[in-house]
């Protein structure tokens, strides 16, 4: 529950340090005193988006700080150790610092937190009820929204949502891809074309290269003869050879070597290139041998060449990319069998329908029970809120082929009279009656919950008198198992709080001389003159100081 909450420099609020204990506790004051400013505050430190305009006049940030009473809600607990923002003492401290910079920081436990991780934390600790709720209930969305809640199926809701637009999206893959076939079909048999011609190409990326060398070999064949025959005569087969001439040389230096030794290293090296020259007179003239002009051979290559350059150009590519080319063809194909194959995405769209009707078929049995239950509590309550004879029904209309939200339209129906037919909530409940009725279905649905600190602001908004008193009635039994806080105007209503908190404005006292909201706990008698204030005005009487002790008991 809610144990604490810190305002500081917020609105019209310089510093407020609030200490909230479990029952039923309300809130007075004032119009303009700034009762609504605990919720904005608890709203931001919950993770609202926060408005730099609500930082109070002069000041350069605002600090909000909440602090909860865990101990009860394990998965809390849970979430936050997963998270690594957990606190061993079974409390949850947020905290939201607002700068005029429009910079917001956020801390849980004293961790820094997102936005998201606020308002996942919110979701255990406190449930809102606003002032504007009835309004929220004439909207379709919300009443199934609220009938979900209630059936404890929200989860599976989401599930529903979820597998239509999957459903959906099938759907329209199909749609489009049959309103595209011909085109598809074309395309299908261009690349079935273009496959079968890249493939009978035969082509491969490292076969380039090795033609080209081929054919420049193969085109210059008769200057290679001519350059080996010419290389031999200069080496070995004219009458001025390099070799005889290199042998005489060597013989010669050998016969003298008898005079000076001195001359040995240097034969053997003349020697050793003798032996090198001669074996490459040997390769030379193999080499000569083998290179014989081809003309059928270069034929052959120019026109593999030729049908090479011709592909790469029609595709608009070079000869290296043609394999990569073959691939992406090859690849590109797949898909277009797969697209052109109607049957299998039928299956697969028929498929997401089936999961589909079962989700949502399961959610309209929990509905129907749901439904039964929630209508027999709120006509029940209809009763004693003063509406006898009145009735109200939560009606499942079924939607052909479903939608969003499931195989039903739900529709809230009320006959505010016995005489009168169910009729939707919007077309016959007049500003009382619908403030009744939704004060009815948020009591009802927060008795189920497990959210442990329930506020209501201004939710007795359009009653009064005898109504007013069951309303605090109905306030302070919900009290009894959860902490609630109620903002409310109706004396009847603060009667019955087990706490009463007092919301005023006063004059500042900093420099500026700015107003500012100040709370205070009252004691018993002066809560027999706030009872009384709201009776009778500022003017306290006899009269309705007595009738504000007889309504506090």
């Known amino acids: 529950m809610l144990q604490n909450l810190?305002?500081?420099?917020?609105?019209?609020?310089?510093?407020?340090?609030?200490?909230?204990?479990?029952?039923?506790t309300v809130l007075t004051g004032e119009t303009g005193a700034g009762k609504s400013i605990l919720i904005?505050?608890?709203?931001?430190?919950?993770?609202?988006?926060?408005?730099?305009?609500?930082?109070?006049?002069?000041?350069?940030?605002?600090?909000?700080?909440?602090?909860?009473?865990?101990?009860?809600?394990?998965?809390l607990q849970t979430w936050l150790q997963e998270n690594a923002l957990e606190d061993e003492t079974g409390i949850c401290l947020l905290r939201r610092i607002m700068e005029t910079s429009g910079r917001s920081r956020n801390f849980i436990n004293g961790h820094a937190a997102t936005l998201q991780q606020l308002r996942t934390a919110g979701e255990w600790l406190i449930d809102i009820h606003s002032q504007h709720a009835h309004q929220?209930?004439?909207?379709g969305h919300k009443q199934c929204e609220l009938l979900d809640t209630w059936a404890g199926e929200s989860d599976l809701a989401r599930q529903v949502s979820s597998s239509y637009r999957h459903w959906q999206d099938l759907c329209q893959q199909r749609f489009s891809r049959e309103q595209q076939s011909e085109q598809n079909t074309r395309e299908y048999e261009l690349l079935s074309w273009q496959l079968q011609e890249l493939t009978a190409l035969n082509f491969l990326s490292e076969e380039w290269g090795i033609l080209q060398a081929e054919h420049n070999r193969l085109t210059h064949t008769a200057s290679l003869l001519e350059t080996a025959?010419?290389?031999?005569?200069?080496?070995s087969e004219s009458e001025t050879a390099t070799l005889p001439q290199l042998s005489a040389v060597i013989t010669h230096l050998h016969n003298l070597t008898n005079i000076d030794k001195t001359l040995e290293p240097i034969c053997s090296q003349l020697q050793s290139s003798q032996i090198q020259l001669q074996e490459a007179v040997y390769e030379l003239k193999y080499y000569q041998q083998h290179l014989d002009i081809?003309?059928?051979?270069?034929?052959?290559?120019e026109t593999r060449i030729a049908a090479i350059h011709g592909t790469a150009r029609?595709?608009?590519?070079?000869?290296?990319?043609?394999?990569?080319l073959l691939e992406a063809t090859r690849q590109r194909l797949e898909v277009m069998e797969n697209i052109s194959n109607n049957e299998m995405l039928a299956e697969v769209e028929k498929s997401a329908r089936n999961d589909y009707e079962n989700l949502a078929g399961r959610l309209s049995l929990a509905r129907q029970r749901a439904a039964t239950q929630l209508s027999g509590q709120v006509t029940e309550s209809?009763?004693?809120?003063?509406?006898?004879?009145?009735?109200?029904?939560?009606?499942?209309?079924?939607?052909?082929?479903?939608?969003l939200h499931g195989l039903e339209q739900i529709e809230f129906q009320v006959s505010a009279h016995k005489d009168l037919p169910l009729r939707p909530l919007n077309k016959v409940a007049s500003g009382g009656e619908l403030s009744r009725i939704s004060l009815a279905i948020q009591v009802i649905t927060s008795k189920i919950g497990t959210t442990p600190t329930l506020?209501?602001?201004?939710?007795?908004?359009?009653?009064?008198?005898?109504?007013?008193?069951?309303?605090?009635?109905l306030l302070h039994q919900l009290g009894e198992t959860r902490q609630v806080i109620s903002i409310t105007h109706l004396p009847q209503v603060a009667a019955k709080g087990d706490h009463h908190w007092r919301v005023s404005k006063i004059a500042g006292t900093d420099d500026k001389q700015l107003p500012a909201s100040h709370i205070t706990e009252l004691d018993a008698a002066e809560r027999v003159e706030e009872i009384a204030r709201m009776l009778g005005g500022e003017n306290l009487t006899a009269a309705t100081l007595q009738h504000a002790i007889e309504m506090l008991g």
């Open 6 to 24: 810190s305002i500081q420099n917020f609105v019209i609020v310089d510093h407020i340090d609030l200490l909230f204990k479990p029952g039923f």
């Open 40 to 75: 904005d505050a608890l709203e931001l430190v919950l993770g609202r988006r926060a408005d730099t305009s609500q930082i109070r006049h002069g000041c350069k940030r605002a600090e909000i700080t909440a602090q909860f009473d865990i101990s009860a809600i394990p998965a």
């Open 136 to 139: 929220l209930l004439m909207q």
């Open 229 to 235: 025959q010419s290389s031999l005569e200069v080496l």
């Open 294 to 301: 081809d003309p059928h051979k270069l034929q052959e290559i």
């Open 314 to 324: 029609k595709y608009r590519t070079s000869p290296e990319m043609l394999s990569e």
């Open 382 to 403: 209809m009763q004693v809120l003063a509406m006898d004879g009145g009735r109200f029904n939560v009606a499942m209309i079924p939607v052909t082929s479903g939608n």
């Open 455 to 473: 506020i209501f602001d201004e939710v007795d908004t359009g009653i009064g008198g005898r109504i007013a008193e069951i309303v605090g009635k």
